[in-house]
């Protein structure tokens, strides 16, 4: 069911869902959820170790352990041409069929200042992972689900396909260079298969993004040890949620048939402040609090900017600051 009461248009028991960055945070909890409401999982990430814990899990959470099937597929999302090879292991595993649902969820994340020498080598790894993981997998699974002897009928169950990609995609914060242009790139990319889907009206398929803000988890630790002391400052306005929450906020919004989720308030205001031409989840409503964001982002701008300034006042000159500690 919908949030308020309306038809499920996410409906997963007996469907075939594969996670990328299943293995951990938000995949995981992701695969858990999935799992208590009756689908079979294949969880997708690099290290077996960490894979066959997570299977254990996501198996004890099954709604109907004896009807249920799980496995894991290790690969490295930021390898070219990982994907036709997952997706042709995934096949075999599931009686010749492709996956009904295919979420990218496998991310990272190195904030630092742009200045910084690491910056584009880490520009480029996170675009590696965080978009080409994704590009490569959609391209993957598409082909298979658009084929001309996959095609069924407009009213046939659709197929889904699931980015994510974060609040950062749609309102960018200092110290976030490396990793920001990877989710808008992804945001591009998913605006531009919603529309060339039209071209497939025999094989149904609906395209979905998560933007997710902060969330504790493993990688968030990790991001930490690399983020500017600014970065950490500002995202503060945003509370951390747990794997969890987003991952049940995320499903809540998949069964809405929404097409951008966010997942928390400030997140709606930011996915309606910045919606160009991507298909709305509500014309009426999207557009009403679209017109008020722009007033609210005059002040939170300012401040936002201010509190930058201020910062650099208190702190010196980034670089010089970085080398005398
Ligand atoms: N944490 C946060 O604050 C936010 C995160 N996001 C996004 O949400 C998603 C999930 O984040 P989070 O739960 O924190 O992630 P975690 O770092 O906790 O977990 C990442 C998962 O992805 C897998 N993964 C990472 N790199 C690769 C790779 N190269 N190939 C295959 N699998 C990979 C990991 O397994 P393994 O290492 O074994 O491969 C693990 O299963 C990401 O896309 C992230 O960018 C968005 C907003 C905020
Ligand atoms: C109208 C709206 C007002 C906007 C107020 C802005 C508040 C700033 C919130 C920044 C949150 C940043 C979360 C980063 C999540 C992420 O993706 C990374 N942790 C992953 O590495």
Redesign the pocket.
């Known amino acids: 069911m919908g949030l308020f009461g309306g038809k499920n248009q996410f409906p997963v028991e007996g469907k075939t869902i594969l996670i ?10 992701a695969a858990l959820q999935l799992s208590a409401k009756g689908a079979n999982i294949i ?6 170790g ?2 066959e814990e ?1 299977l254990v899990d996501v198996k004890a959470a099954a709604k109907s352990p004896s009807a249920q099937r799980f496995t894991y597929i ?6 070219h041409d ?1 994907a036709a090879r997952v997706i042709a292991e995934a096949i075999a595993w599931n009686s010749g069929n492709a996956p009904d649902i295919v979420w ?6 190195t904030p630092m200042l742009w200045t910084e020498d690491d910056s584009l080598t880490a520009s480029r790894r996170n675009m ?3 978009y080409f ?2 590009a490569e997998m959609s391209r993957a699974i598409l082909k298979k689900w658009l084929a001309p002897e996959n095609s069924t009928s407009p009213k046939a169950e659709p197929k889904h396909l699931v980015f ?5 995609a749609l309102f960018s914060v200092v110290g976030y260079g490396p ?1 920001t242009p ?2 808008w790139a992804l945001r591009g990319l998913a605006d531009t298969l919603a529309m060339e889907l039209n071209l497939y009206p025999d094989n149904p398929v609906k395209l979905h993004i ?11 630790d ?2 930490n040890q690399t983020k500017p002391a600014i970065t950490l400052e500002l995202e503060k306005e945003e509370p ?1 949620e747990t ?1 969890e929450t ?1 991952a049940s906020r995320s499903i809540a919004g998949l069964e809405k048939g929404e097409y951008n989720i966010a997942v928390s308030f400030l997140g709606n205001l930011m996915r309606c402040g910045a919606q160009g031409g991507s298909p709305r989840n509500n014309w009426v409503l999207d557009t009403l609090i679209g017109w008020l964001v722009p007033i609210i982002y005059f002040f939170v701008l300012r401040m936002m900017n201010g509190s930058v300034r201020a910062w650099a006042k208190a702190n010196g000159h980034p670089m010089k600051a970085k080398k005398s500690t």
């Open positions: 990328t960055g299943g293995s951990e945070g938000m995949g995981r909890a969880l997708v990430s690099r290290n077996v960490r894979l997570a290790s690969a490295d999302v930021a390898e990982y990218c969820v496998a991310g990272m994340s590696d992972v965080n993981g994704s994510t990609a974060s609040v950062l990793y990877s989710k998560v933007y997710p803000a902060t969330i504790v988890t493993a990688g968030f990790r991001e951390p794997p987003v």
